[in-house]
């Protein structure tokens, strides 16, 4: 028995030999590495093992690397691979064969392939390209009630003709479409695009691939690629039938969650409130459809409340817009109560005012007497009246003392 397990083990050692690589066993890069355009914004790696690599049970693996139009580094088993991204700069990578689980073997070299980019004269392309989509409510059945639609806008390139006219298509998924909505410029160019219902999926990661091209007698327009994340461009809904009450000092506001594909336990929401009568805002989050505080029985308050998909269904984006505000409370007259602090306050403040401006009359008064004016023998002169009697040779003169001021001194009396 023994000399039977011996055997075996040995057997079983020099298998292991064989099957182990050699140190000096070498790998040879991949062949027929090409790259093609399989669609709107989306390339095809593909590549065949070297047919003079030595066979074995080694597993064999490739190392990927992505140059433009942005780096990306990665492995896989595969002899081929499709990735996203925008086309419109061109596209380049490289490939090489490697150990699947053999570290201590080399790599080896490398090959690269280019996907160059599309014709075009410099400063044609479409600039500033924006997009949103936004959830509407549909008629159709109950698999699936709701659809998306997606509104987009650009500017025309610094160099391009007068007559170029640009195009847009977009690509979600496997489905490519072309608007046939467009809204112009003055010149009549087409700067934006509506979809009204489209194949995106509300609740989809996929990122959305958007191409704006163009055509001019005058020159190659440069096509211009695009991709969003539809977290980032999603416009969510306002919550609906919001609706608010004011009942012993407490205010109650509800909502109903947006219209989205998404379920209620999805989003989060902002409450706004303001105080139309003492001005003032707050703004309260939550992750309910309900909110309760405490209020002023005699005041009127103004509420909207807005939300956002939260991170438990998706990657957080941004808030939506805000509901139309509705208004809840009494804006009536203060109570006498709260008047009565204010009017003795500016009664004593009247007061206190009335008594400073007297004292300070009087003080001057005493500080600063006035001045008695000069004598003017005009004055006298003019105080003097002469009476002729008609018919007499003699004038009859009557004198009159003219006094200033009680207290000043009394003048002369003149006598003609």
């Known amino acids: 028995m023994a000399p039977t397990f011996l055997i075996l083990l040995g057997a079983a050692v020099a298998l292991g030999a064989d099957v182990r690589p050699d140190k000096n066993f070498s790998l040879l890069p991949p062949v027929n590495f090409t790259i093609h355009a399989v669609g709107l914004a989306q390339v095809l790696l593909r590549w065949d093992p070297n047919p003079d690599q030595e066979p074995g049970s080694l597993t ?13 580094d990665y492995q896989t088993k595969n002899t081929e691979s499709k990735r996203v991204a925008p086309l419109h700069r061109g596209f380049s990578a490289s490939v090489r064969t490697v150990p699947w689980e053999e570290p201590s073997l080399l790599a080896s070299g490398w090959v690269s392939a280019e996907l160059p980019a599309p014709p075009g004269s410099p400063g044609t392309a479409a600039v500033n390209l924006t997009c949103a989509t936004s ?22 390139g610094a160099a391009a003709p007068e007559d170029t006219q640009y195009f847009l298509r ?12 467009y809204s112009q410029d003055p010149r009549q160019r087409n700067v934006a695009c509506w979809f009204p219902r489209t194949g995106i999926d509300g609740k989809g990661r996929d990122r959305l691939a958007v191409q704006v091209s163009g055509s001019s007698a005058r020159a190659a327009i440069q096509p211009y690629d695009g991709l969003f994340a539809l977290h980032a461009i999603d416009r969510v809904n306002p919550p609906g039938n919001v609706t608010a009450e004011v009942q012993g000092g407490r205010l109650h506001v509800r909502w109903e969650k947006p219209v989205s594909a998404f379920p209620g336990h999805c989003f989060e929401y902002e ?8 001005r003032y805002s707050q703004t309260e989050k939550m992750t309910t459809n309900e909110f309760t505080t405490t209020v002023h029985d005699i005041s009127k308050y103004c509420i909207e409340v807005r939300a956002a998909v939260s991170s438990v269904c998706r990657e957080g984006g941004l808030w939506g817009e805000w509901s139309p505000a509705i208004s809840v409370g009494n804006e009536a007259q203060k109570p006498w109560t709260e008047w009565y602090p204010i009017t003795l306050v500016a009664a004593l403040c009247l007061a206190f005012v009335s008594s400073l401006a007297c004292r300070t009359c009087h003080v001057w008064t005493k500080l600063f007497p006035p001045v008695p004016g000069p004598k003017s023998h005009i004055q006298d002169f003019a105080a003097t009246v002469n009476y002729e009697k008609s018919g007499s040779r003699e004038t009859e003169s009557e004198v009159i003392s003219y006094v200033e001021e009680p207290g000043l001194e009394v003048l002369e009396d003149l006598v003609f």
């Open 170 to 181: 977009y690509r979600y998924g496997a489905r490519t479409e072309e608007c046939r909505r």
């Open 135 to 156: 959830t509407v409510a549909s008629n159709g059945t109950r698999a699936r009630p709701y659809h998306v639609s997606l509104r987009c806008a650009w500017l025309g």
């Open 271 to 278: 409450v706004k409130i303001h105080n139309t009568g003492k």
């Open 60 to 72: 064999l693996g490739y190392h990927v690397k992505v140059h433009a139009p942005e780096d990306e």
